[in-house]
């Protein structure tokens, strides 16, 4: 089992093209845990951001009545992916895994399967 920091650290060392990575809790918005960033990037500003598309989609799916799991939203910059992947089970209701990934040296299938794993692996 994976602590927050270490599984915020292996994600940034095992996953290819990782810019930064955070776990955030969706119903307040705050980052438990961030790593990486840069002074353009403000990973907190960024993570309560994405709260709101996370909220947005729960939102529609109850709207709609759809009975599934939201296993991860992906959003494609001209140069970046930001990939956000909600935790389940575990008291990880209301959480994600926000990863960065520079779309120039990133795999994206290998990073939504290297993000499942460390998710599976994360304590809370």
Same mark, same amino acid.
Do not use: P
């Given at each position: 089992?994976?602590?927050?920091?270490?599984?915020?650290?292996?994600?940034?060392?095992?996953?290819?093209?990782?810019?930064?990575?955070? &776990?955030?809790?969706?119903?307040? $918005?705050?980052?438990?845990?961030? %790593?990486?960033?840069?002074?353009? !990037? *403000?990973?907190?500003? #960024?993570?309560?951001?994405?709260?709101?598309?996370?909220?947005?989609?729960?939102?529609?799916?109850?709207?709609?009545?759809?009975?599934?799991?939201?296993?991860?939203?992906?959003?494609?910059?001209?140069?970046?992916?930001? &990939?956000?992947?909600?935790?389940? $089970?575990?008291?990880?209701?209301? %959480?994600?895994?926000?990863?960065? !990934? *520079?779309?120039?040296? #990133?795999?994206?299938?290998?990073?939504?399967?290297q993000l499942?794993?460390?998710?599976?692996?994360?304590?809370?």
């Amino acid at each position: 089992m994976l602590t927050v920091e270490t599984s915020l650290k292996e994600a940034m060392t095992s996953i290819e093209g990782s810019v930064a990575a955070a &776990l955030v809790d969706y119903t307040s $918005g705050m980052a438990l845990g961030t %790593l990486g960033g840069s002074k353009d !990037l *403000d990973l907190t500003v #960024a993570a309560a951001g994405n709260t709101d598309v996370i909220r947005a989609k729960v939102r529609t799916m109850e709207m709609l009545g759809l009975k599934d799991d939201i296993e991860d939203v992906l959003i494609t910059l001209g140069s970046q992916y930001h &990939l956000l992947r909600l935790i389940r $089970g575990r008291g990880g209701n209301g %959480l994600f895994l926000y990863l960065i !990934l *520079d779309k120039g040296r #990133a795999n994206l299938a290998m990073a939504r399967h290297q993000l499942r794993r460390i998710e599976a692996e994360l304590e809370l």
